[in-house]
C-alpha cells in the first residue's frame, strides 16, 4: 500500500485503509482520523486543520511586535511634581487650577518587544530572522562609538556620577549623535546644541528639564576646554529662558491643620516622613539619605545633601519631631534611598493631599519647604541661617572654610518652623 512521502501530514496506519492527518507541534504530536480511504477526499478534509496548524506555528515564531506602553491607567492620577492629571487610554491632560487642560501629551510610548521566543522548538536563526528585517529597518540607529564617548565618560568618572543620572547623561549624549549625526563636538555649533532643545521641547519638557538634560553634555564640553581638548560650547546659552514652570506656593496654616488631623490616613512610616518634612524643610529626597545621627552638645542632629555641595549640612532635629523619632536613629529612617522609592512616596503624598482638600496644583509635598522657608523668615531668621538649615543657594570662598554655624545655634532656629 503506498504511503505518503516523509513529511507529509497525511499516513495510514497498518492494517487500516483509512487516511490520518499527523501534525507536529511544540505541545506534541496530534494523529486524527479522517475517516476515508480515498486520498483526495482525505487532503480535502484535513486541509482546514493544516491551514489553522501551520497559522499556530507561524504565530508562535519570534517576531518584533509593536504595542503602546501606558504611563499611567486611565482616570486622575497625581504625577511626581503634585500636578493633577486626567489620564485616558492615549493621552494625559495636566490640569490647572480651574481643572483645564493645561497640556496634553501622549500616555506612554510605542515601543517593539520581541514575542514567541522560549519554546522548545529548534530553528535557524538566520531563517527565523529574515522575518524581522522589515521592522529592524524601521528602528533608530544606535551611534556607533566615537572620541567624543571618552570626553563625556572623562567627565562622568571624574564627578563620580553613577546609576540614574549616568543613564540620563548617557541616553542624552546617544540624542545628540542621532540627532547630528554623530557630529564631532569640535566642529559642533549652538544650532546642534539647539536641536536636543527642540526635540525635547517637542516632548513637552519644561525649561528645567531640559537644562537638566543638557547640563551632563553642558559640564563635560566645559571640563575638556579646562583640559584643552576643546574650544567651544555647543551646549551653553542654548534653552530659551522662559517662564513655563508653575508657581509652588506654601502650605497655609489651614493646610497644614487639614493635613494634621487626616494624618492617621497615612502608615506610620509616611506619618513620620511627613512630620520631618514638615518640621525641617528638607527635600522628599533629602529625608531618604537619613541612616544615622550625631550629637554636638546634647543636640541631636542628622547629615543631609547630596543634590549639590552646597546642599550637603547638618540638621538639628527639631523639637516637634524628637517624640516620633527613635532614641536613637542607627539605620535607614525611611527605607532605601532610590528614584522609585522618591515617587512612589511622592505619588502617595499628593493623594494624601487630595484626601485633605487640597487640590491647589500649585500645593504639592514641595510646599512644606516653601512653608519652612517662610516661617523662618517670618521668626526673623538671617539670610545665612536659613541657607544653612535648608541649603545654600551658592558657595562662596568664605563659607567653604569651617564646619558651620553651632547645632545649637542652628536648633533654636529650625524649632520656629514647627508643625
Not at 157 to 179: F, G, M, P, S, V
Not at 390 to 416: C, N, Q, R
Amino acid at each position: 500500500m503506498a504511503r505518503a512521502k516523509h513529511g507529509s501530514y497525511l499516513f495510514q496506519r497498518p492494517g487500516s485503509e483509512n487516511y490520518y492527518v499527523k501534525l507536529r507541534s511544540p505541545a506534541g504530536r496530534v494523529e486524527r482520523s479522517l475517516g476515508t480511504s480515498d486520498r483526495r477526499e482525505a487532503e480535502v478534509i484535513a486541509g482546514p486543520m493544516i491551514t489553522a496548524h501551520k497559522a499556530a506555528l507561524l504565530a508562535a515564531r519570534p517576531r518584533i511586535e509593536t504595542t503602546w506602553v501606558r504611563e499611567y491607567e486611565p482616570g486622575l492620577h497625581t504625577g511626581f511634581e503634585g500636578e493633577r492629571i486626567y489620564a485616558t487610554a492615549t493621552e494625559l491632560h495636566y490640569l490647572d487650577a480651574e481643572g483645564h487642560a493645561a497640556r496634553i501629551e501622549p500616555n506612554g510610548v510605542l515601543t517593539r518587544r520581541l514575542v514567541g521566543v522560549g519554546h522548545p522548538v529548534p530553528f535557524s536563526a538566520d531563517r527565523e530572522f529574515r522575518l524581522f528585517d522589515a521592522a529592524q529597518d524601521e528602528r533608530p540607529k544606535v551611534p556607533s562609538k566615537n572620541g567624543d564617548d571618552a570626553i563625556l565618560d572623562t567627565y562622568l568618572n571624574h564627578r563620580n556620577i553613577t546609576e540614574y543620572d549616568r543613564r540620563e547623561a548617557e541616553t542624552t549624549w546617544t540624542l545628540y549623535k542621532q540627532l547630528t549625526d554623530s557630529k564631532p563636538l569640535k566642529d559642533a555649533s549652538r544650532d546642534d546644541g539647539r536641536k536636543l532643545v527642540a526635540h525635547f521641547q517637542e516632548l513637552g519638557n519644561k525649561r528645567a528639564t531640559i537644562e537638566k538634560k543638557l547640563s551632563w553634555l553642558r559640564a563635560a564640553v566645559e571640563l575638556a576646554i579646562d583640559e584643552g581638548k576643546l574650544k567651544f560650547n555647543p551646549f551653553s546659552n542654548v534653552v530659551p529662558r522662559v517662564d513655563d514652570e508653575l508657581r509652588r506656593v506654601p502650605l497655609s496654616d489651614a493646610d497644614v491643620k487639614a493635613c494634621k488631623q487626616n494624618l492617621d490616613k497615612l502608615s506610620e512610616a509616611d506619618q513620620l516622613l511627613f512630620r520631618v518634612l514638615a518640621t525641617t524643610g528638607m527635600r522628599l529626597s533629602e529625608a531618604y539619605q537619613i541612616d544615622g545621627e550625631l550629637k554636638e552638645n546634647g543636640v541631636r542632629y542628622v547629615i543631609v545633601g547630596e543634590k549639590t555641595e552646597q546642599s550637603r549640612r547638618r540638621v538639628p532635629l527639631p523639637s516637634a519631631l524628637l517624640p516620633f523619632l527613635p532614641k536613637a536613629i542607627t539605620g535607614p529612617l525611611f527605607g532605601e534611598n532610590t528614584r522609585a522609592n522618591h515617587r512612589a512616596a511622592s505619588k502617595r503624598f499628593g493623594r494624601f493631599l487630595n484626601e485633605c482638600g487640597i487640590d491647589d496644583p500649585s500645593k504639592v509635598l514641595h510646599s512644606l519647604r516653601h512653608r519652612a522657608q517662610d516661617r523662618l523668615r517670618a521668626a526673623g531668621a538671617p539670610q545665612d541661617i536659613r541657607e544653612a538649615l535648608l541649603g545654600h543657594s551658592k558657595v562662596t570662598v568664605g563659607e567653604s572654610y569651617g564646619a558651620g554655624f553651632p547645632v545649637t545655634m542652628l536648633k533654636k532656629w529650625i524649632d520656629k518652623i514647627g508643625f
